[in-house]
C-alpha cells in the first residue's frame, strides 16, 4: 500500500511539474492548436496557419487524421491521440495526411465565436 501512495505521489507531483514525460504526439498537436485557437481569438484576422512538428522532430513519416468532432491523431516515434483539441477548435471534416520529414500546417478560421478547422497540409 505504502509503494502504491508513493507511486501515485510521484505521478501527481510529475503532472503538476508539467513533465513531458506524458506527452504524445497527439496532444502535443492539441496543444498548439489550442495555442493557435487563442491568438486567432485575440486577433483581428479572420484565419491562422499553426505550424506543427512531431515531438521527436520531423526526420520521419508520420499520418496526422482528424475525425470530426472526434479524435485527433498523430502517428510517429511518440504517436498518439486525443480529443483536447475539441475544446478549442471544431472539426467539420475529416482530414488525413502522410508527412515525410516536413512540418504540418493546420489553418483555422474564425466562424462567428467559433474556431474552425479549415485546411491541413
Known amino acids: ?16 511539474c508539467g513533465c513531458s514525460w506524458f506527452d504524445d504526439n497527439g496532444v502535443h498537436m492539441a496543444f498548439c ?9 485575440r486577433s483581428t484576422n479572420a484565419e491562422l496557419t499553426v505550424r506543427y512538428e512531431p515531438l521527436s522532430g520531423t526526420n520521419q513519416i508520420y499520418y496526422v487524421e482528424f475525425s470530426p468532432d472526434n479524435l485527433l491523431e498523430v502517428t510517429g516515434t511518440n504517436g498518439g491521440s486525443t480529443t483536447y483539441h475539441l475544446n478549442y477548435v471544431h472539426v467539420g471534416k475529416r482530414f488525413d495526411l502522410m508527412k515525410t520529414n516536413a512540418a504540418t500546417f493546420v489553418t483555422l478560421r474564425k466562424v462567428d465565436v467559433r474556431i474552425d478547422v479549415v485546411d491541413v497540409r
Open 1 to 16: 500500500m505504502n509503494r502504491l501512495k508513493l507511486f501515485l505521489g510521484v505521478l501527481a507531483c510529475a503532472g503538476l
Open 33 to 41: 492548436l489550442k495555442d493557435g485557437a487563442r491568438e486567432l481569438a
